[in-house]
Nanobody
Framework: QVQLIESGGGSVQAGDSLTLSCAAS????????VAWFRQAPGKEREFVAA????????SYGDALKGRFTISRDNAKNTAYLQMNSLQPEDSAVYYC???????????????????WGQGTQVTVSP
């Protein structure tokens, strides 16, 4: 298990960009797959992006249309989510999640992850 702390959220205008960070404790971070999910009030937690332990393989939610990019720096025990062209519908609490990659069957399923951060709020105004 690791401790995950998200940061970088805030209030922006439509069309702006934000970069979220997920800082992890422990040297085992490099062995974990990492994902970002988001949840708006009254909605289910939605898959945003995932990245393999090596950083070679990535996947994204179908609704993102190429606007978001996930990356990681294992030397810093940190994963990132670059969000461009933000729209009001992107407003949500964004969560970082992690799990041992060999245990994951479906990267987009919230139930596959056993480590979660506390979330960071992103609010996009029209």
């Amino acid at each position: 298990q690791v401790q995950l702390i998200e940061s970088g959220g805030g209030s922006v205008q439509a069309g702006d960009s934000l970069t979220l960070s997920c800082a992890a404790s422990g040297h085992t971070f490099s062995t974990l797959a990492v994902a970002w999910f988001r949840q708006a009030p009254g909605k289910e937690r939605e898959f945003v992006a995932a990245i393999s332990w090596s950083g070679v393989n990535t996947s994204y939610g179908d609704a993102l249309k190429g606007r978001f990019t996930i990356s990681r720096d294992n030397a810093k025990n940190t994963a990132y989510l670059q969000m461009n062209s933000l729209q009001p519908e992107d407003s949500a609490v964004y969560y970082c999640a992690a799990a041992a990659e060999y245990t994951i069957r479906y990267y987009a399923d919230v139930d596959e992850y056993d480590n979660w951060g506390q979330g960071t709020q992103v609010t996009v105004s029209p």
